[in-house]
């Protein structure tokens, strides 16, 4: 069973940026990809982007030109490079693993507030 532990959220202004951090307790390399997703308040939960492990990217289209996605197979760990926020960027951001079988489990997540 694998952990996850998002990281990184926070109070931000519009336009301004974030870097969130997903570390998992196994090597990223065991998965097929990591994914990023979100879920605003009141909100289902949606999927942001996706890192696989040749390292193919891609993203949701709202989230396209600003955010980035990034991986350190070294450190275990996934980044989520946030950039022009607005405030509709607000939710708590979730990361998630997939191989085959299905997703692994949900962590807390970690909460990001764009607001001024």
């Known amino acids: 069973q694998v952990q996850l532990v998002e990281s990184g959220g926070g109070l931000v202004q519009p336009g301004g940026s974030l870097r969130l951090s997903c570390t998992t307790s196994?090597?990223?390399?065991?998965?097929?990809?990591v994914s990023w997703y979100r879920q605003a308040p009141g909100k289902q939960r949606d999927f942001i982007a996706t890192t696989t492990d040749t390292n193919f990217t891609r993203y949701t289209d709202s989230v396209k030109g600003r955010f980035t996605i990034l991986r350190d197979n070294a450190r275990n760990t996934v980044y989520l490079q946030m950039n022009s926020l607005e405030p509709e960027d607000t939710a708590v951001y979730f990361c998630?693993?997939?191989?085959?079988?299905?997703?692994?489990?949900w962590g807390k997540g970690t909460l990001v507030t764009v607001s001024s």
């Open positions: 998630n693993t997939l191989k085959r079988g299905g997703l692994g489990p």
């Open positions: 196994i090597s990223i390399l065991n998965f097929d990809a």
